[in-house]
């Protein structure tokens, strides 16, 4: 039996990665991995305390990328099939990008007005540091979107639709490509 390639699902913020990779994973009986979370275990342990992934980043993007580059190192490492999320800057952090590149890469790509709706809800984020934070996010997210564009093997476009149709998309993609998922 060939071992399943592991899966990484981007995307910008708020754009459903989380809640499609967990889904996917229960549906496909693999594990499910959350960037975030790795690096907020990997903070924990070097530094002794506990902080979320957004209060990181908030000490300096290159602290941040610097655990998101160690968290795709331990994923890299990791063996067997899984799912894992990761946060919607990866895509800005070439070292963290090499360690996954063997991955099977989906992009979930959202509408970036519905996603600032979204994030707004929740507050401002760290990385959106200007007077103008919905420009400056529309700037972004071009930019990303351009470069989740060159990273990805497989695109899902989300349009706004339920959680359920877009992990139901990107679980028959999956089995679609084969890699060892069946």
Known sequence: MTERTPI???GLKHSGKSTAARKAAEVLNADFLDMDEIIEKLHLNEEGIKLSARA?????RDIF?????????????RSGGFIAAAGG???DNDDACRR?????????EEKPE??????????????LTSKDPYNEFINLCNMRSARYDELCDIKIIA??????EI???????????????K
């Open 8 to 10: 990484l699902i981007t």
């Open 56 to 60: 990181i980043y908030r000490k300096g």
């Open 65 to 77: 990328q610097k655990y998101e580059s160690a968290a795709a190192e331990f994923l890299a490492r």
């Open 89 to 91: 800057g990866v895509c």
């Open 100 to 108: 996954m590149k063997e991955f099977i890469w989906i992009y979930l």
């Open 114 to 127: 519905l996603l600032f709706d979204r994030i707004k809800k929740g507050g401002i984020p760290a990385f």
């Open 159 to 164: 349009g706004g639709r339920s959680p359920a």
């Open 167 to 181: 992990y139901s998309e990107i679980t028959k993609k999956i089995l679609e490509d084969g890699n060892g998922w």
